[in-house]
């Protein structure tokens, strides 16, 4: 992995990004997804997780996964931030149809933001699901194991060893292209 995430600066709100793919070329979509999210107005990426090759959880007949984390630092609000990743998702070909969980070139869901519970309409932070997903929790304790969950209090890396679906990930090596594996 890359740095830990540093010092925030003032109006700064630390934010946390699962990035996923199973369509395509998994390694590079996830590579541009994190070059778009770098040039944000208002986003800093502070650290990148390893990349992990993951069992799909959800329709069967698909593709293997890869997933990663990054960690941001954002002078943007959780919707502004969200609505900026979907805009990234929508650059790089994602489709949606009307299933969940299906196939996707790129899935930018944001996992934690700050401290903040949010349920607005169609913005749900922390996500939903995060707690019971290996395929987001390995790389999230990687780069912030000590961040807590607003929600339940616990820390990430303390959710990962309660979470199953752990062996089944095999790390690839690292997101940012410029550390050696
Ligand atoms: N939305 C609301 N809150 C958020 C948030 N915090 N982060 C809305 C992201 N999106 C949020 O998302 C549906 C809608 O949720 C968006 O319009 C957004 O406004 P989506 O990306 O279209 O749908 P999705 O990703 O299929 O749904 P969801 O609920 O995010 O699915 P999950 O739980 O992320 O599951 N298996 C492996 N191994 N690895 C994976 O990465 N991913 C999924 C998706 C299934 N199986 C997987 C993986
Ligand atoms: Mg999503």
Same mark, same amino acid.
């Given at each position: =992995? ?7 600066? /003032? ?9 996923? /793919?199973?369509?395509?070329?998994? =390694?590079?979509? =996830? ?6 999210? &770098? ?7 502070? /650290? ?6 993951? *069992? ?14 990054? *960690?941001? &630092? ?15 998702? &929508? ?46 929790? =390995? ?22 060893? /309660? ?5 089944? *990930? ?10 050696? &594996?």
């Amino acid at each position: =992995m890359s740095s830990a995430p540093d010092g925030l600066r /003032a109006g700064e709100t630390l934010a946390l990004v699962a990035v996923g /793919a199973n369509l395509g070329d998994r =390694m590079a979509t =996830m590579r541009a997804a994190v070059e778009h999210i &770098a040039r944000l107005d208002g986003v800093r990426v502070v /650290a990148q997780s390893s990349v992990y090759d993951t *069992a799909p959880v959800g329709p069967p007949d698909q593709p293997r996964y890869l997933n990663a984390g990054v *960690a941001v &630092a954002t002078t943007l609000d959780a919707r502004a931030l969200l609505h900026a990743l979907l805009a990234v998702e &929508a650059t790089l070909g994602r489709e949606r149809g009307s299933t969940r969980w299906t196939a996707r070139t790129i899935d930018l869901d944001l996992v934690l933001f700050g401290e903040c519970v949010i349920a607005d309409g169609d913005l749900h932070v922390p996500h939903p699901r995060f707690r019971e997903r290996a395929f987001v929790l =390995m790389p999230m304790a990687e780069i912030a194991g000590q961040t807590r969950d607003p929600v339940t209090g616990e820390r990430l890396e303390s959710l990962l060893r /309660a979470c199953p679906g752990r062996s089944d *990930a095999v790390r690839v090596g690292p997101l940012d292209p410029s550390v050696r &594996a």
